[in-house]
């Protein structure tokens, strides 16, 4: 098993711009989650999925979209890159919710100019 | 609101050293409690994970002690090395679907 992927690794972008950050798992996880690790904080939940066509809203939502059309994959959206949004994005996934081991990808270090 | 905080934030051993890292939590009504350790420019790999319904877990040289009515976990490491040197992350999750870290303790053992 792969376990968590996260592509890509290293993203700068310009303020205003958009693009897409990548994640997939290969364990047949239902819940799969988004992070953002910000110096001297701790990992932050911006959105989540607890199945296939099931997403919300965590703790710092504005400015990020999520989508979950299969059970594999759970990409994370920036609509329009800001620099406070310049951070280190985990993806991470487990069997259920609250009894299960989080799996944690590698994480993207994503700068916006 | 639920707050989960790390002390020291920075600690420097000795090889060979035991050593106990501190989490504490502001809310009791927690599901469960996860140890992370991170290295840098990676992801986090999960250590222990403690239910709200135990006390401790143990796992070789690590353990992990969970006191949910003062709100306190300890990691405790054991005889350190070198290739502990990490950062150490607690987590406490407050539902079924989120979880509240600690900004972590980054943790050197020297030679």
């Known amino acids: 098993n792969a376990g968590v992927t996260q592509t890509p690794k290293f993203q700068v972008l310009k303020t205003g711009q958009s693009m897409t950050l990548q994640c997939a798992q290969d364990m047949n996880h239902e819940y799969m989650s988004w992070y953002r690790q910000d110096p001297g904080m701790g990992l932050r939940l911006i959105h989540y999925s607890v199945g296939a066509g099931i997403t919300d809203q965590g703790e710092v939502p504005n400015g990020y979209n999520v989508s979950r059309s299969t059970t594999e994959d759970f990409p994370l959206r920036l609509l329009s890159a800001a620099p406070s949004q310049t951070s280190v994005y985990f993806c991470?996934?487990?069997?259920?919710?609250?009894?299960?081991?989080?799996?944690f990808g590698p994480g993207t270090r994503l700068t916006v100019l | 609101k639920q707050e989960v905080t790390q002390i020291p934030a920075a600690l420097s051993v000795p090889e060979g050293e035991n050593l106990v890292l501190n989490c504490s939590f502001t809310d009791s009504a927690i599901y469960n409690l996860q140890w992370f350790r991170q290295d840098p420019g990676k992801g986090l790999t999960s250590l222990l994970l403690i239910q709200s319904s135990q006390r401790e877990q143990t796992s070789g040289r690590l353990n992990a002690s969970l006191d949910k009515s003062s709100g306190r976990s300890t990691l405790y490491i054991a005889a350190s090395q070198p290739g502990d040197s990490a950062t150490y992350l607690c987590?406490?999750?407050?539902?079924?679907?989120?979880?509240?870290f600690g900004a972590g303790t980054r943790l050197t053992v020297k030679p």
């Open positions: 987590a406490v999750r407050i539902n079924n679907n989120d979880m509240r």
């Open positions: 991470a996934s487990s069997y259920s919710g609250s009894a299960d081991t989080q799996y």
